[in-house]
């Protein structure tokens, strides 16, 4: 049973800077696993950030990015501002038309 | 515009049925995979059931055996039969378009979702 792991939660200050992860409870994530990272306000559908570990989508604004940082796939948020408070999820794929969501990152900005 | 909209969901007994539609507008609806993602009250995304263009279906060891997605293309529609339902199928379920190019393995345009809930 595979396990993506993120933070449950995350405070950043308006302003700020805050990197969020994605990792495997058993391995490393890397390019190959095509982290992605949604963006979710309550009440509402996802919204696409990033996809294929760094790729911005359309009209994301370039203080999100992407990356792998040492075994995870993480999501950085620089400049946060208020209406960055949401959830946060990552996803990896896993081969043979199989996906795996991480638990969400419920982040702060105050 | 790409839209995606769910609809059929409702609330249906334990041990219940029920079908999950997604139709599509503003691409081209054959040439692309779609997937459903579910969301239970208070709780994350669960990827469910992936239909790829070319026919293959996937899904989450959570739902094998009990749902079957399936796609008129002819209808831009998407749907997903849900039988032997349990509690923990209470969800707000969405569709999601499979985004391009077909390798990056994202998402793209997600429906505003439809609820389901299990109870007797």
């Known amino acids: 049973q595979t396990v993506v792991t993120q933070e449950p939660s995350f405070s950043v200050s308006p302003g700020g800077t805050v990197t969020l992860t994605c990792g495997l409870s058993?391995?490393?994530?890397?390019?190959?696993?095509?982290p992605s990272w949604y963006q979710q306000t309550p009440g509402q559908a996802p919204r696409t950030l990033i996809y294929?570990?760094?790729t911005r989508s359309s009209g994301v604004p370039d203080r999100f990015s992407g990356s792998i940082l040492g075994n995870k796939a993480a999501l950085t948020i620089t400049g946060a501002q208020a209406d960055d408070e949401s959830d946060y999820y990552c996803?990896?794929?896993?081969?043979?038309?199989?996906?795996?969501f991480g638990g969400g990152t419920k982040l702060t900005v105050l | 515009e790409v839209q995606m909209l769910e609809s059929g969901g409702g609330l249906v007994q334990p041990g219940g049925s029920l079908r999950l539609s997604c139709a599509a507008s503003?691409?081209?609806?054959?040439?692309?995979?779609i997937t459903w993602v579910r969301q239970g009250p208070g709780k994350g995304l669960e990827w469910v059931s992936f239909?790829?263009?070319?026919?293959?279906?996937y899904y989450a060891d959570s739902v094998k055996g009990r749902f079957t997605i399936s796609r008129d293309n002819s209808k831009n529609t998407l749907y997903l039969q849900m039988n032997s339902l349990r509690a923990e199928d209470t969800a707000v379920y969405y569709c999601?378009?499979?985004?391009?190019?077909?390798?990056?393995?994202?998402?793209?345009?997600w429906g505003q979702g439809t609820l389901v809930t299990v109870s007797s």
């Open positions: 999601a378009r499979r985004g391009v190019p077909v390798a990056n393995q994202y998402f793209d345009y």
């Open positions: 058993s391995g490393s994530v890397s390019t190959n696993y095509y």
């Open positions: 294929s570990t760094n």
């Open positions: 239909s790829g263009s070319t026919g293959g279906t």
């Open positions: 996803v990896l794929y896993m081969g043979s038309g199989i996906w795996v």
């Open positions: 503003g691409f081209t609806f054959s040439g692309f995979g």
